[in-house]
């Protein structure tokens, strides 16, 4: 682990008995889980920022059933072999960063998200992964070393372009993951009088484009409990009348996963 860095000072963190500690003193405990909280106090802009504990369990459960499958495997393919270090912004509860791991046992990874609830979800099930190591941070202020990154992934999550240049080794990769234009179609129509387009991908400042996929998958829910973990995990769901969401479980849920996954290269 010796790619993090202080959140406070930005010093170089070293592992101690208790977790993390920097040359000023500043101490980061392990959490029994197993994960470090390197998001300090005055960078949290909500009591629990992130998503909610819900939304991630219901993103686990949906995950876990395997309708995401396609698209690990996809990322896995397009990580290169000889990456020994990678950063996953936004992990989540862990399932696209664990499946990194599984790719590269070699390498040492690191899943941060903002949201604390997921990255205890996420260590909890990675203590026997040595390579695997979770923090709850922010993305706009990474608590890693200059150039330290091979590749950061970046799946349906928020970054500033400043901090992965900075993190990212020079000629490294960048991979980002979006919603292409029919992902969720269906849905979307039946629960917005007006779908609009999810919004084109744009470079981000201090990469160039290396290679650009469109992966899609049809996508069949005939469990009721995985449609509604589906929906909650969404933006969707506040949006959802009652009768509306009672017809959708009521029936097998038919649509179209689509994903916009670009790779870029550091200038």
């Known amino acids: 682990m010796k790619d993090l860095r202080c959140p406070l000072c930005c010093q170089p963190l070293l592992q101690n ?6 040359a000023n003193r500043h101490q980061f405990d392990r959490a029994k889980e197993g994960y470090f909280n390197l998001l300090p106090v005055q960078n949290k802009h909500s009591r629990e920022p992130g998503d909610a504990k819900e939304q991630l369990q219901a993103r686990r459960q949906f ?6 499958d396609p698209l690990k495997m996809r990322l896995q393919e397009l990580l290169p072999s000889t990456t020994s270090t990678l950063l996953d912004i936004g992990c989540g509860e862990g399932y696209f960063t664990a499946g990194f791991s599984d790719a590269l046992p070699q390498a040492q990874i690191y899943g941060m998200d903002i949201a604390k609830a997921g990255v205890r979800l996420a260590a909890k099930t990675a203590k026997d992964k040595t390579g695997l190591t ?3 941070a922010s993305s706009f202020d990474l608590p890693l070393a200059d150039n330290s990154m ?11 372009d400043a901090e992965l240049c900075r993190v990212i080794k ?3 990769k960048l991979v980002i993951v979006a919603p292409g234009e029919n992902h969720l179609l269906g849905l979307r129509a039946r629960i917005y009088k007006e779908v609009r387009p999810h919004p084109q991908p744009i470079t981000p400042k201090g990469f160039a484009v290396a290679e650009h996929h469109r992966l899609e998958i049809d996508l069949r829910v005939s469990e009721p409990d995985n449609c509604a973990a589906l929906l909650a995990m969404t933006p969707f769901a506040w949006r ?3 009768e509306l969401r009672n017809s959708i479980l ?6 179209t996963l689509d ?3 670009s790779v870029y290269s550091k200038n």
């Open 63 to 68: 995950l876990q059933a395997g309708f995401f």
């Open 134 to 136: 979770y923090c709850v």
């Open 150 to 160: 091979d590749v950061v992934t970046r799946i349906y999550a928020p970054s500033k």
């Open 240 to 242: 959802l009348a009652p």
């Open 170 to 172: 020079p000629g490294g």
């Open 250 to 255: 009521d029936s097998e849920l038919q649509d």
């Open 259 to 261: 994903f916009s996954i």
């Open 17 to 22: 008995t208790q977790g993390l500690a920097c």
